[in-house]
């Protein structure tokens, strides 16, 4: 068990804090990786892997043109997925990620392989919108993004 989503588990718990996420890059890892923390049911919601556009579009009600202007691994689209979200799963915290594991998707010079988007909501309240590139092969670059994203909502949590 990754001590960063542990600590996270935990502090959801002692706050009573529920959280929810919405994956595409990831496609569930956060989702399983907080399973595991003891007493996840606790905090976990749940999550949606929506790792294609459409279901970007279809489930989360990301606009297409949306899509279309920024592309589907983009802070813009991020930030729209947490907000459908919301319409999807209640909970407290609403946690949002795409990006680039590997090279057939949007990359380019400014948005490498390894570039990710993480958005979080606390109680309909951005509480980070984060742009960061990542090195290693897929799976290392969605461990770290895990281990981002429970670092970031423990730094977003009002103690």
């Known amino acids: 068990m990754d001590k960063r989503i542990l600590d996270c588990g935990e502090l959801l718990i ?3 804090l529920t959280i929810a996420f919405a994956e595409s890059a990831t496609a569930g890892y956060l989702s399983a990786k907080f399973s595991l923390v003891p007493s996840a049911g606790q905090f976990l919601k749940g999550g949606l892997a929506c790792y294609d556009a459409d279901l970007k579009k279809s489930l989360l009600n990301v606009p297409e043109d949306l899509i279309e202007k920024y592309t589907p ?3 813009e689209v ?4 947490s907000r459908g979200l919301m319409d999807l799963i209640p909970a407290d915290i609403h946690v949002s ?3 680039l594991t590997c ?3 949007s990359e380019n010079e400014e948005k490498p392989v390894g ?4 958005n979080g909501l606390l109680q309909g309240k951005e509480i980070f919108a984060v742009k960061k590139c990542y090195q290693g092969d897929e799976e290392e670059i969605v461990r770290q993004t895990a ?3 429970a670092e970031l909502i423990i730094k ?4």
Do not use: C, L, N, Y
């Open 156 to 159: 977003g949590i009002p103690r």
């Open 115 to 118: 570039t990710m988007f993480i």
């Open 14 to 16: 002692s706050k009573k």
């Open 78 to 81: 991020t930030s729209a997925m």
């Open 103 to 105: 090279e057939g998707g």
């Open 73 to 75: 691994e983009s802070e």
């Open 97 to 99: 990620v795409t990006g």
């Open 147 to 149: 281990q981002e994203i």
